[in-house]
């Protein structure tokens, strides 16, 4: 596996208005593996990996000290484009969230805003997409529907169809079984293991077992806090800190 | 305890059927009143007539000068409340700081508290001569001054129903759009206003219906001549102007007053009509967007 460093977030701060959401988070997040953030609600996992697309730009009054890095370029530095940065750090949100539009313009959405015009490409790279996000073969033949009429979990893997056509390199995924039946589940971190083959990954999850199936490494955050960050394996079956294993094995949280 | 409830049940249903019942009534009298007239009128002539001489001998029904008239001060006021409207409420929902906002959004609703005979007598007093020197007409009280008093009356409702409408497109699909690196002004155009497109599209039909039903500015400053508007700048006596200001002249129950009434009729089964395409528009906008039970 190449070990090399995709992202890095190096002594973050991030606060809303007064409220401190993260308190000098450092986190390396490794090429081609899955990292899990794990952590009670309101510990700042969403906080946190919304900082690493410049999703939080659009709240008022919130700032960050700190920085975070994608392959060595500082992405919040004056000359860093955040629209540009959104397309190499794709972000697929917990609850599916497609366009009132077709299963096809959703997916071409994103090339669309990107000035790729050229129909063939676009037709091909949305046909790509949905069979990478393995939903083609339940829409091949309903592509111009709303895609509002698809199940739940089939909109979640449309929204992550709709993610892979801009060809990200890592992608964000911040509860993305939230709203989910457990077959759905399944599907969706069956996914996550065949993109991770290609993709960066980053997910936020509530559910350890989850974290423990698709993760090669978890991050635990609490209050704001990161308190271990290790191996999948080692974090869960030798947590270094008490907190960890409190958490773990469901002490609190 | 359990009388006292009912007795309150009752009240208030009542109350809440009260309105079906005026409604009914007003309808019944609107036919009463008019329908009469269609003996001795075609309804034809009566509708594509090209000329009001209702007090001549023999008299006139023509109404058509009097619909194209509304026609005409209608789009005329389109042309000033949907780009001022639509407008605003972009403004207000995409890029005013929460200040602005606070400050704007209490305006903008004063401007539908003023009475409309203030804005009557602000296009007689003010506008009218201005245009009148600003742009060498023989009259001021002519069918642009009419659109543009009642294009300006007619904001409010567009703005708030279209910020309404804006504010129910779900931050999720903002997130979507800018997940995948689309820029704030593509977010606006190409998933903000189509999301909220029949909601948009509401908030016109609503800004026309008050435009065309709107009585005393248009009869203080249209200028009032019933002949077919060939120019923006003619003096025109829109279908509410003429029920205005005949009426009190017109002998109850002669064939005038049936007139007049059939005019009401008219403009009431139009504005009804725009009511109920603007109500299925906007149920279509709420099941789009997953907001309907
Ligand atoms: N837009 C915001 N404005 C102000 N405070 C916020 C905002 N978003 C989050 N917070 C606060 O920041 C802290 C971290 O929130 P965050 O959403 O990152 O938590 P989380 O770990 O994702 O929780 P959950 O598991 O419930 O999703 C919380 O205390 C929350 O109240
Ligand atoms: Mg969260």
């Known amino acids: 596996m190449d070990e090399a460093i995709k992202m890095k977030a190096e002594n973050v701060n991030f606060f809303y208005g007064k409220t401190q959401a993260l308190k000098d988070v450092s986190l390396d997040i490794h090429a081609h593996s899955v990292t899990a953030i794990i952590g009670p609600s309101g510990c700042g996992k969403s906080t946190f990996i919304r900082l690493l697309n410049r999703m939080n730009d659009l709240i008022p009054h919130a700032q960050l000290i700190g920085r975070v890095y994608l392959d060595c370029q500082d992405v919040f530095s004056h000359a860093a484009d955040p629209v540009e940065l959104r397309r190499r750090v794709g972000m697929v949100f917990q609850k599916p969230n497609p366009f009132p539009k077709s299963i096809f313009e959703n997916i071409a959405y994103g090339l669309h805003v990107n000035n790729i015009k050229d129909k063939d490409f676009v037709e091909t790279r949305v046909i790509e997409s949905l069979k990478k996000a393995a939903l083609w073969e339940e829409v091949r033949h309903r592509l111009h529907e709303s895609a509002l009429k698809l199940s739940g979990g089939q909109q979640q893997r449309l929204c992550i169809a709709r993610c892979l056509a801009v060809s990200p390199e890592v992608i964000l995924f911040d509860e993305p079984c939230a709203s989910l039946d457990p077959i759905s589940t399944a599907k969706i971190e069956e996914l996550i293991l065949e993109l991770k083959k290609e993709y960066t990954i980053v997910i936020v999850t509530h559910n350890m077992q989850q974290a423990a199936r698709v993760a090669d490494y978890t991050a635990f955050f609490l209050l704001g806090e990161l308190i271990e960050f290790n191996k999948t394996q080692e974090l869960f079956t030798a947590p270094k800190d008490k907190r960890t294993e409190a958490y773990i094995t469901g002490r609190f949280g | 305890m359990y009388i006292k409830e009912k007795i309150y049940r009752w009240i208030f249903t009542v109350l809440a059927f009260s309105s079906f019942v005026f409604l009914v009534g007003i309808i ?52 000033v409340c949907v780009p001022l409207g639509i407008g605003s409420a972009l403004f207000l929902n995409e890029l005013a700081t929460p200040g602005q906002r606070a400050v704007l959004k209490p305006l903008i609703e004063i401007l539908a508290s003023i009475p409309s005979i203030v804005y009557g007598f602000f296009g007689m007093v003010v506008l009218a001569p201005f245009l009148q020197q600003l742009l060498h007409i023989p009259v001021g009280l002519c069918a642009f001054s009419a659109s543009l008093i009642l294009g300006i009356m007619a904001v409010p409702t567009v703005c708030s129903i279209a910020e309404d409408a804006l504010s129910y497109v779900p ?18 155009t190409k998933v903000v206003i189509p999301a909220a497109g029949s909601g948009i599209s509401t908030a016109i039909i609503l800004g026309i219906s008050r435009a065309i039903g709107e009585t005393m500015t248009v009869l203080m400053v249209a200028g009032g001549a019933a002949v077919i508007p060939t120019s923006f700048f003619m003096p025109v006596r829109p279908m509410t102007a003429a029920i205005a200001a005949e009426m009190g002249e017109a002998p109850m129950g002669g064939l005038h ?26 149920r279509r906008f709420r099941l789009k967007l997953g907001l309907a039970q």
């Open chain 2, 257 to 282: 007053y049936r007139a007049l009434f059939s005019i009401a009729l008219i403009l009431f089964l139009i504005t009804f009509l725009f009511n109920i395409i603007a109500e299925l528009v906007s």
């Open chain 2, 28 to 79: 019944i009298v609107l036919f009463r009143e008019s329908l009469p007239l269609f003996q001795k009128v075609r309804l034809f002539d009566f509708l594509l007539g090209r000329f009001w001489y209702p007090t001549y001998d023999p008299p006139e029904f023509g109404i058509l000068p009097l619909i194209l008239a509304s026609v005409w001060v209608t789009c005329g006021a389109l042309c």
């Open chain 2, 171 to 188: 931050r999720s699909f903002r997130e979507a759009s800018f997940a995948v690196g689309a820029n704030r002004w593509q977010t606006l």
